[in-house]
């Protein structure tokens, strides 16, 4: 029939009308109409945004003449220095992708990221020199070095024949950089770290990046001119596409090389920093400081919160330290958050507890974001909305990896169904709001029951002695499995008996659900500052 | 080479990865996160997030039983009720394309329109029953109509079989809407007022509409839940996208029949109105209200204006009355708004002349759009940024139409040389600011020198006594052109002599550049409020 055909008939994309999306835009939109406004700030040094680009695109322009093109890999072991930021753009700019390595990780793991992703230049802080070194060494074709030697890092030996600002110099500043030429081009790669096996190398596209750096502004409702701390590391999924965001708005980075209390609260007081992100692990750290270092902070601050699931007892502290709390959920294959706890006016009112137990859950999609549904792994059939029926968290929409790197098996199974599966279990509440309850290795079958840790976890928080909480199954010959607790308690706080935290539960818990045994002392964590259940599952068994 | 493939092998888009971008999943978001908030208010009815999504998909649902599919035209006139705003989702999610007709045409116009855009339904107010059913027997092949009859309307003839409240009863409350199969796929079709010839018919996309959905939020910083005033038209490019932005903000559409001040002032009060959008004679109508319609108003609001250059005055105007205002620029083509006057903090400290002439501005490109230029029209090489030489606006992006329906050979000239020609003329200023300075067919050349009638008109505005002005050209035998004024004075004012407004021209702008004649009287407008310079040519021609 001719007739719908009328509206694609001579109504072809052109470069008129047609541009590949891409977050690389917002740089350029910022230096264009805010040029003189600061984009990055680190220790004395301002960088305005008209300078940055300036300085990404030599940087883009250098490494076009090492040979760097459309599809090469370029990794980047840094802390949140400008030249991190700077790689957010100058990588993509010449079409290669940017991989960003985890600082706490060992020399073996990196040399399996920097071969598997087939790195060919490396910009590396000489801070990690000891750690970069033995990596490059048991590689057999080693990607060429450019370190950063930061004036304010703690120093260390040079690995490759340049320095990054000496490299910045070989670039031209008028470098003509192009969109991709799709928008499903990979802009960055980054490694997740799973608890078996290698790593898997998470492919991220210029569509996601745009989309979920805008999906950022609209979710947290971003002003324009955001003065944003840099407490996420932007090696964790590229600090949730926040580079792009704020180009975007034009707001300022203010980095920082240490997460610790006394900088964040003065670097806040400094720059009336305005918003930051973090793990409960960041949050719970400022809760915990010294209430003097926040002297001095009049203004407001917005934080985002992310992880498994933050305890309600740091929910609830952030916001008693004068910080407005957006809390949201995501992992590495949707480029960081992609849902949000969204907020209902008809909370305010609500007492502090209840309001933290709804913003504790992981929530709803972002706008950006097609869906998410709590399913049954099995069926791939949506649970009942009870608050009680553990299901899987699945995602689907443009705000999700193209897949994982040289991996088609994984990814296959990662989308089997045409959903993206998480691996999270959760229920769903009345209002469609998702609760994680537990990983799927982490849920404890006792007597038939499920039983969610964190539901425990939380409960073990909320004591005023307890720093940290892990909790996980250790084997009981009458109920197949039991919870067993772990627990860090707080610098100076009186030792508590086993029995009396475990009576603590007792009379917050269903029985079935507490704590069988309680060992105390500090908690193993992985380099991402993760708990590591899996070390405490084998000393569970031995307790 | 191997190398540049790894990142796209076995990394395809699936359905967990990929979806088209339509503003229609912001609806679907808002009803599945803010279910009971209020989308729509109209009168005393208010209309929650998830009643309107109910509502739409009933609309889709009687529209496919009708026969309407991906491709067909379903058309609608009618002012700011809830039924047009409807009309944005339901029809899109039947695959078909609203073309929303400007309510102040004449039946020919119309006729043409339902004609030429091959309309199969059109859901009409019976307020306008007088214009249509003329257009309708016009046609060899007329829309079936639904008609709506608003409780809160004039009344008036029905013209088809069914009542929109009817139609919307035969529709499925669980109809199963889809995405487009693309996103290029149109989604709207807007008749252009073209001074000459036939209107032009804009089809814009799924994809764009989107992202100028957004763009809106961006650019103007919306919080969550604004209360959002319809004084612009929604025949006026969809209401710049706002139907669709609402939703990603689950904002509320207070919808009104008339633009009048006491309603505007009392939905304002009323509903605690946040933002509204509106053309300079919107504006200019609330600044010339009597101050007591004001009273009671306590809380801020902010609103965009456009139009081809509002005059200062009116900026200082709407300032002076507490209304916080950004301004845009844009045309059907881009969706509307596609270009904003971008603030910088540094403004605020300036006197509010030189800041309504800094925000006068036409400004920069939205963040979503990626290029505008004034380029020489001619070599399309940009002017120099120095505030003097005039060129054309061109912009370039994904927020530009697809094209003009039926209409190759239009398509093609809009887009000569891979930007869109926009027509109208403008200067760039150092800091990369547009200024418009005049449409291209209102420029006034006299003695070899260029003259934006604008300015004159800026001048004209500011007189105390002034309503309206406006500008054109007169014939002049030394000169070639001279310019002449057109002048409608405020209701009370006192009348005021042709030389004393001269005078005060000549000590405002260069002597060349002055009115030699003035003309007193109510101006010609065109249907959709632009005053009409083309009759004004003509009577100069005989002044």
């Known amino acids: 029939m001719v007739h719908s055909r009328i509206f694609n008939e001579g109504l072809d994309k052109n470069p008129g009308n047609f541009a590949p999306l891409s977050p690389l835009s917002f740089m350029a939109w910022a230096a264009d109409v805010y040029p003189q406004r600061t984009a990055v700030v680190y220790g004395d040094r301002q960088i305005s945004w008209q300078e940055v680009l300036r300085r990404c695109r030599r940087l883009a322009s250098a490494l076009t003449s090492l040979g760097v093109g ?46 598997h992703g087939e790195s060919k230049v490396l910009l590396t802080d000489t801070e990690y020199a000891k750690t970069i070194a033995p990596a490059l060494q048991a590689l057999d074709n080693p990607p060429v070095v450019i370190d950063v030697e930061d004036p304010l890092g703690p120093g260390g030996e040079r690995l490759g024949k340049i320095e990054y600002e000496a490299f910045l110099e070989q670039g031209a500043d008028d470098f003509a950089w192009q969109l991709p030429s799709e928008e499903w081009n990979a802009i960055a790669l980054s490694y997740t770290s799973g608890t078996t096996g290698n790593p898997k190398g998470v492919v991220t596209h210029h569509r996601g990046a745009y989309l979920n750096a805008i999906g950022n502004i609209v979710t947290w409702a971003m002003p324009h001119f955001p003065v944003y701390l840099w407490t996420l590391p932007m090696f964790h999924c590229n600090g949730w596409c926040f580079p792009w965001t704020l180009a975007a708005v034009a707001g300022t980075s203010v980095c920082l090389r240490r997460v610790e209390p006394e900088v964040i609260f003065d670097l806040i007081k400094r720059h009336r920093v305005s918003h930051f992100c973090g793990a409960p692990v960041v949050h719970n750290m400022l809760i915990n400081a010294p209430a003097q270092l926040r002297q001095g902070i009049e203004h407001r601050v917005k934080a985002m919160i992310a992880g498994a699931a933050p305890p309600r007892a740091v929910i609830e502290g952030v916001e008693r330290i004068g910080v407005e709390l957006t809390h949201v959920y995501g992992l590495t294959e949707v480029y960081g958050p992609a849902a949000v706890c969204a907020k209902h006016s008809e909370w305010d009112q609500l007492p502090i507890e209840t309001r933290a137990a709804l913003n504790g859950r992981q929530g709803v999609r972002y706008p950006m974001q097609e869906a998410m549904a709590v399913l049954d792994p099995e069926t791939l059939e949506p649970v009942a909305r009870d608050g009680q029926t553990i299901g899987e968290i699945f995602f689907r929409g443009n705000i999700t990896m193209k897949g994982y790197l040289k991996n088609p098996g994984a990814t296959q199974e990662a989308f089997a169904g045409g959903w993206f599966h998480t691996g999270d279990l959760a229920v769903i509440d009345e209002d469609g709001y998702v609760k994680i309850k537990d990983r799927s290795k982490d849920i404890i079958i006792s007597g038939g029951e499920n039983i969610s840790t964190i539901e425990i976890e939380d409960v073990l928080y909320s004591h005023p002695s307890v720093l940290e909480a892990a909790v996980v199954a250790k084997p009981d010959e009458k109920w197949g499995e039991a919870p067993c607790a772990f627990v860090a308690l707080k610098d100076g706080a009186e030792p508590v008996p086993e029995e009396e935290l475990i009576e603590y539960c007792r009379q917050r818990l269903a029985h079935f659900k507490c704590p069988k045994k309680v060992v105390f002392g500090a908690l193993p964590k992985t380099s991402t500052g993760k708990i590591q259940k899996n070390v405490l599952r084998g000393s569970a068994r031995d307790v």
């Open 70 to 115: 459309v599809g090469d890999t370029v990794a980047v072991m840094a802390p949140n220095t400008p030249p991190m930021f700077e790689a957010h753009y100058g990588i993509p700019m010449t079409g290669a992708v940017i991989n960003t390595l985890n600082t706490r990780l060992d020399s073996r793991t990196l040399a399996f990221m920097l071969e």
